[in-house]
């Protein structure tokens, strides 16, 4: 993440279409150029509160060792094996699979809206062709209340556990 990629009067992160993994397939917002990522007020917070230490350097994140690099995923790694996990129970991207879970069997969201906050390509080539949403709207909505989901748990709220598929 690049500090001129955000915009934090709007509460977005526009990531540019060369740095997305799925360059081509990915559905891009305004114009195709990049993918739009609503952020949530209390993300914005932190982003502010955080540009104060590393708002001097390009990166967000930058690299401990030079802020000529942003800091790598396996940075991320290394800190959940410090925390005491291992592989196969959690890792940097695992986060997105347990949100991708929360915010649909928990929080209700519908399917395409997280599918699109997570920039995965429409399935069917219909879908592809024709659809042409974004549901900034939506996401935005979601990215909130996904954030006070957090926050609670934080807090102390009541867990609502997962059930699994038959």
Not at 13 to 29: A, F, Y
Not at 139 to 150: E, H, I, P, S, V
Request: aromatic fraction near 8%.
């Amino acid at each position: 993440m690049e500090w001129e990629e955000l915009n934090l009067d709007e509460a977005e992160w526009n990531i540019p279409v060369e740095r997305m993994k799925l360059k081509t397939q990915t559905k891009l917002d305004r114009k195709g150029q990049y993918h739009l990522v609503p952020l949530s007020t209390q993300a914005v917070e932190i982003l502010c509160e955080l540009k104060l230490l590393t708002g001097h350097s390009k990166y967000v994140f930058p690299c401990h060792r030079t802020p000529l690099r942003a800091m790598s995923e396996n940075a991320i790694t290394a800190a959940l094996r410090r925390l005491g996990y291992t592989g196969s129970e959690m890792t940097g991207h695992g986060f997105r699979a347990t949100a991708r879970t929360i915010l649909d069997e928990v929080l209700g969201f519908r399917p395409d809206i997280i599918e699109h906050q997570l920039a995965h390509a429409v399935k069917d080539a219909n879908g592809r062709a024709y659809n042409r949403t974004t549901f900034v709207a939506e996401r935005r909505r979601m990215m909130q209340k996904w954030t006070d989901y957090l926050d609670g748990l934080k807090s102390g709220a009541k867990v609502i556990p997962l059930h699994k598929a038959a």
